[in-house]
Structures are given as structure tokens and as C-alpha cells.
């Protein structure tokens, strides 16, 4: 677009006057952002919808298996015998158990060792012939080296002979020896370098270096010269030596190799630390036996259970912790006990690896604590069931009160809902309540059977929203003849304690089935099975050898063919009747005639509204899906169709704008003749006047 000013010779204000122009002709786009609206407003309303049945299917999700639906409370009469816990698929009842003895894991103890308090010099040389202290450190008046370990003897050490050699670490070994009258000094090399190490004469807690006296040399003339490298009241501290320690576990041997500085701490740290450990735990136990037997080590293996053994092998060369230190403290042994009386041998018992019991009573897990007797009582728990119902009946109003939103037509405003008239959402709505208003497929009401969601307390009300009554309770109307009617109103809990197992069957049967023959016997159906009542011919041979089998839906009049093995028929895909399965014997052996019986395949109202909302949302084809598609292209059109008239209404903008510049150049040029035509007829009108004198 070219720049102008507007009316600069003419006066007019012809940017008003284009956009009024351009104003006038943005009509069909603000039609267009209206639609787009419209549609976007559709878009948002069919997600509300959507996550609303999204809700429903993840609810029913859960309540689609009877088996799970059955819940019970489990206690136990005395949980420091054992601990129970129920989870779906337990039965109600009570189980006495006898205890008589708990799974323990493998357990050795080491006869003991106690630590040496022991410290190490500072100063290191580089080996044991090096000088340790020269002869400017030995004077005349520094020449001693004296030490204490607590309560036991100072040891007093004189070095003046050597103060003008000065003194090796062998011979500061020596001669400290010597002095104390036991083993109390010692090389220690590190890092290829030595240094000098003393330690206490008698073992154990207590014994605190003091170091003090006269004419000390000033390299040993206090505790800051030293450091503690073995502390008497730490067991981990405890110097056990150089060897391999080999032990053997769950079938697995394992040889740790020790070196002679090696301590109590580091062994236990070389087992736990152990890449390869095969589940052995060590631990440091302190008990003063005596006094050199305070800490033990002890081996723990973590399995319970008679085939978890740990060994401490023979190829042990640690001194002190052969085979015959360890003392089994634990064996490793199964639990045993009986359920209700079983089995009853006197020294008959079920036995387990370990304490937690997972298979022993179906849906309970049993924890034992100690021997004795208790028992498991499991209780009917109909509280979640109840709860999730009720949830159920929350998120199927949510859609009735979004479907009312935009369907509905508003008094008020006299506008109607973005979906008025849709029949495709009415559908979703008219399919989920039509579940629970007609008989379930499958659930023909026969041997006290429930068949209506009525008949657990589900009901509409006139409104269309969903209503879960609790209790039974009765009502009466007046008909349009003027007679008075009554009804009763089927309540949940007495339902529940009426006909539980009838409850459960139809709100989460799934793969259960009947027949009303007694040679035909259901065995199975499978998730792609329809519900409902099917009709089953078979056919023999004089042999009893089934020749021919057909299943047709109940009420259709045309057969379609079954797979036969042996007596088994199955229904052959892609038939309504795929995968359910029957077992089938000849009635009247030898006589060829045909079997025929009718057969009911069951799916609860849960598994029933589990497939519908599957297919809703479906990702490819759902309900859902497709109308997200729909309105989303409706979008990317009405965007195209946008796009064409805002790039046509900037043309015309740029076409008005150039039309208008036009105009002022011309009247430009027209004022610029003007002025001419001024001046020559003024010229002619002065010599026209000159002429006249």
C-alpha cells in the first residue's frame, strides 16, 4: 500500500471515507467470524461431553468383573498371631489357622573378637631401615619417649644412647618393645612408605593414649603427633588379619580375600558391598563374652525358607574365623501351619518359605507373627460398590446437564444450544440411558436372576437424570383416568443384602453364561462375545460323532456355522457368537438325533457401558472423533475463506487509496492550471488597459 495524504487539495477526509468503504465490504468476513465461532464453540463443547464420557468408561472400567466387585473385610482375632488382608475375589467366611512356627532365615555368629587401641606416627620414612629420628632430634635434654595406654603400665623409653647417630624405625621398634616388656610397637607401611605404630597391651574399651613427661624428643611429645587408627571401644576397628574368608549361599560360593591390616568393619562392608553377593547380610553384634570376645560378626541370609543355608566353608584361612568359630544361632526352616482342621495328620503341616501367605486362601494374603491359633474372619464389604455406583450416577447426570446446555433452547435469550438439533450427541446420550431402562442381554430374570438396572435401585426421573435410591420405599400417582397408582422403588442395600451375588452379576458379569439344556453345558465366552440369548443346533452321526453345529441369535431365522473339536463347539469369527464356547453330549446315545438348546451369554451393565464408551471415543471412527473432525475442517475451511477476503478487502483498500491519490493529483494539476490561466488573463487585461490610454 502506497503512502498519501489525505484530502491535502481537496479538503475531503477520504481516509473516513475508506473505511466506511472497506467497513461496508468486511460483511462476509464478519459472517465468517461468526461461523467460525460457532464451530469453535462446538470443538469445545463436544470435549466437555467427551471428557464426561471418558469419566463414565474409566468408572465402569473398574466395576466390569463381578469377581473384583466381591469385596471383603478381613480381621484377624488376634494380629499378634497373624495379620489378614482381603482383596477381590475373597468369599466371605471365617478360617481358624494354626500356627506352628514362622519361616526364619539362616543366622551364624562369630565367637567374637575385641579391639586393640592402637595409633600410628605421624612421620613416615621411606622403609623400616630408614632413620626415624636423627641425631638432631635425640638431645640432651630431649631424648625420651614416653607413652600410656589407660590403666595400663607407662612405658618409658630411652634414646640417649642414640643422639649422635640418631635412630632407625627397626631399632625405635626394638627398643620400644624392650621398654614395655609386650608387642607395642610395629612397622605399618602405606603407600610404599613406614611408619610407626604402637598400641595398647590389653584389649578392649578404655584405654585412651596419654602421652607426658620429661625430656621428651619433640616429635612424640603429645597425642598431635600421632593419629588413632584403631579405637578400643569400636568393634569395626578390630584387626583380624590377612586370608581368604569363603562362605557359600543359596548354592552361590563366594571367597573374599583380606589383607593384614584388614579390620572386623571392612569384612562386613566386603560382603554387603558385594556385586555379587548372593543375599547374605553381615552385621556387628556387641556382647562381651569375655574380654577378648565383645563384637561378633553376624551372617544373615535374607531369604527365609528351608533351602536358604549359609556356610562357612572350609577354605576359610582367616585366623580365627575357620568354620568352627560360628555358632548357628537360626536355621533356616519353612512355616507351617493348618487352615480349618488341614491337613489333619498330627504331624502333617502346609508349609511355606516364608511368613507372607498369598495362596492359600483365594483373594487373602495372611501375614504370620507368631505360633498359635486365630482366626480369619471375612466379612461382606459393600461400601466401595456403593460408593462407585453413586459416581456412576454423578458422571451420567454431568452429561444429561452438558447435553441440556447445548441442546436446550434458552427462554431467556431466544437462542438455542450450539447442538440443537443434532441427533448424532442426542444418540450418545439416548444409547447410555437405554442400558439401563431395557432387560441386559443375557439376564433372562429366571431362578431369582436380576435383569434391570431398576432392580438395584437405578431409575430415571422425569427430568432425564439418573436417580440411585438406597433404600426401598414406595410412591403412588394418578393415572390420566383418575386411578390412583403405586410403585415401588427397589433401594440398593436391600438389594445388596437380598441377592448380593445378583447384584454383582449384573453390574460386572463378564464371560458368564447358562443353557436351558442340561446335554449343553456353557463353558466360556470372550471379551468379543455379544451378550445374549443364542440358539444352538448340533447335529450326529449314529456314532454320537458330531457332523454338523450352528448357533443363530434368538429370534433370527437364519443358522450360521460352528467349529466343532471332539464334543467342544465354539462360535467362528466375525459372528456375533465368536469365541463362546460350549460342551455338548448326545442325549440319546446312538440314536443320531440332533441336540438343539438355547444358550445365554452375559455382560454386566458395566461391561455393556464399557464397549458403547469404547466406541465413542474411539480414536479412528468414534463418535467423538468424527465430529472433532467434522467441525475441526468446518474450521480450516472457514479459515481459508477468511484468509480470501481479508487479502481481498486489503486490494480493494489499496485500489480506494490509489484512487483517492489520483483524485488529489488531479486537482492538483487543475489548481496548477488555474494559476496559469490567472496570470495570462491578468497580462491580457493589463495590455488590454494600456491600449485603451
Known amino acids: 500500500m502506497g503512502f498519501a495524504l489525505s484530502g491535502v487539495f481537496s479538503g475531503i477526509d477520504t481516509d473516513s471515507i ?56 478381613a480381621k484377624s482375632s488376634d494380629t499378634d498371631i497373624f495379620d489378614v488382608t482381603a482383596t477381590g475375589g475373597a468369599t466371605e467366611g471365617s478360617h481358624e489357622i494354626i500356627v506352628n512356627q514362622l519361616a526364619t532365615s539362616n543366622k551364624f555368629v562369630h565367637a567374637g573378637v575385641t579391639p586393640t587401641e592402637a595409633w600410628t606416627h605421624v612421620k613416615t620414612v621411606s622403609d623400616a631401615n630408614a632413620f626415624f629420628f636423627s641425631d638432631s632430634n635425640i638431645t640432651a635434654t630431649e631424648y625420651k619417649v614416653v607413652f600410656q595406654f589407660g590403666d595400663d603400665a607407662q612405658v618409658v623409653v630411652n634414646l640417649s644412647a642414640y643422639d649422635a647417630t640418631g635412630i632407625t624405625l627397626n631399632e625405635l621398634i626394638t627398643e620400644i618393645n624392650t621398654a614395655a616388656g609386650y608387642q607395642a610397637a610395629s612397622e605399618v607401611v602405606e603407600n610404599g612408605q613406614s611408619s610407626l605404630k604402637i598400641q595398647a597391651q590389653v584389649v578392649g574399651e578404655g584405654k585412651d593414649l596419654v602421652i607426658s613427661g620429661d625430656n ?26 590377612a586370608g581368604d574368608f569363603v562362605y557359600t549361599y543359596d548354592g552361590e560360593t563366594r571367597t ?77 526352616q519353612d512355616s507351617e501351619f493348618r487352615v480349618d482342621g488341614y491337613p489333619s495328620g498330627p504331624s502333617d503341616w502346609i508349609t511355606r518359605s516364608g511368613n507372607t501367605l498369598t495362596d492359600v486362601i483365594d483373594g487373602v494374603t495372611i501375614t504370620l507373627q507368631a505360633t498359635g491359633t486365630a482366626t480369619a474372619n471375612l466379612t461382606r464389604s459393600t461400601g466401595q460398590l456403593e460408593e462407585d455406583l453413586g459416581n456412576l450416577v454423578n458422571i451420567y447426570n454431568g452429561i444429561v446437564l452438558k447435553m441440556d446446555e447445548h441442546t436446550g433452547y434458552d427462554e431467556t435469550t431466544k437462542q438455542g444450544g450450539v447442538f440443537q438439533g443434532d441427533t ?78 445378583g447384584v454383582l452379576a449384573l453390574i460386572g458379569a463378564i464371560g458368564k453364561g447358562g443353557s436351558d439344556n442340561a446335554n449343553v453345558q456353557f463353558n466360556a465366552a470372550g471379551s468379543m462375545t455379544t451378550s445374549g440369548t443364542y440358539e444352538v443346533k448340533v447335529e450326529y452321526d449314529v456314532g454320537d460323532n458330531i457332523t454338523d453345529a450352528w448357533f443363530r441369535t434368538k429370534g433370527d431365522t437364519v443358522w450360521r456355522a460352528a467349529t466343532f473339536s471332539g464334543n467342544t463347539v465354539t462360535g467362528a469369527e466375525g459372528n456375533p457368537e465368536y469365541l463362546l464356547s460350549v460342551t455338548v453330549t448326545q442325549g440319546s446315545p446312538g440314536s443320531g438325533d440332533p441336540v438343539e438348546a438355547e444358550v445365554r451369554v452375559q455382560k454386566g451393565l458395566a461391561g455393556l457401558l464399557h464397549d458403547l464408551t469404547e466406541a465413542f471415543l474411539d480414536p479412528i471412527d468414534g463418535t467423538f472423533t468424527t465430529k472433532n473432525n467434522e467441525y475441526s475442517f468446518a474450521v480450516e475451511e472457514i479459515d481459508k475463506r477468511i484468509q480470501s477476503q481479508e487479502s481481498r478487502l486489503e486490494q480493494k483498500e489499496d485500489w480506494l487509496r490509489a484512487k483517492y491519490a489520483r483524485l488529489e493529483a488531479r486537482l492538483a494539476r487543475l489548481d496548477s492550471q488555474r494559476g496559469a490561466f490567472e496570470a495570462m488573463f491578468q497580462s491580457l487585461s493589463s495590455a488590454q488597459d494600456k491600449a485603451k490610454k
Open 18 to 73: 475508506i473505511a466506511y468503504e472497506i467497513q461496508a465490504a468486511s460483511a462476509p468476513l464478519y459472517r465468517l467470524m461468526d461461523q467460525k465461532d460457532e464451530w469453535e464453540t462446538k470443538i469445545s463443547a463436544t470435549a466437555e461431553i467427551e471428557s464426561r464420557v471418558r469419566d463414565l468408561q474409566t468408572l465402569v472400567a473398574k466395576l466390569d468383573d463381578s469377581s473384583t466387585l466381591r469385596q471383603v473385610l
Open 216 to 241: 621428651l624428643i619433640e616429635l612424640f611429645d603429645g597425642t598431635n603427633r600421632l593419629t588413632e587408627t584403631a579405637d578400643g571401644d569400636t568393634g569395626a576397628d578390630t584387626i583380624i588379619g
Open 256 to 332: 573374599l580375600t583380606l589383607d593384614a591390616d584388614s579390620t572386623l568393619g571392612q569384612l562386613r562392608d566386603l560382603i554387603n558391598n558385594d556385586s555379587n553377593n548372593p543375599g547374605v547380610t553381615a552385621s556387628i553384634l556387641e556382647y562381651e563374652v569375655d574380654l577378648t570376645h565383645k563384637f561378633h560378626l553376624i551372617l544373615s541370609g535374607d531369604q527365609t525358607g528351608s533351602d536358604y543355608s549359609v556356610t562357612i566353608d572350609a577354605g576359610t584361612d582367616v585366623i580365627g574365623f575357620e568354620t568352627v568359630e560360628w555358632e548357628e544361632t537360626q536355621t533356616a
Open 424 to 501: 448424532v450427541l442426542h444418540s450418545v446420550l439416548r444409547q447410555i440411558r437405554n442400558i439401563f431402562t431395557v432387560s441386559v442381554p443375557g439376564f433372562d430374570g429366571s431362578e431369582g436372576e436380576l435383569s434391570l438396572a431398576s432392580q438395584i435401585g437405578i431409575e430415571f426421573e422425569r427430568d432425564g437424570t439418573m436417580v440411585l435410591h438406597q433404600n426401598s420405599d414406595s410412591s403412588s400417582s394418578t393415572n390420566d383416568d383418575g386411578d390412583l397408582t403405586g410403585y415401588v422403588h427397589i433401594g440398593l442395600s436391600d438389594a445388596l443384602k437380598d441377592n448380593f451375588s
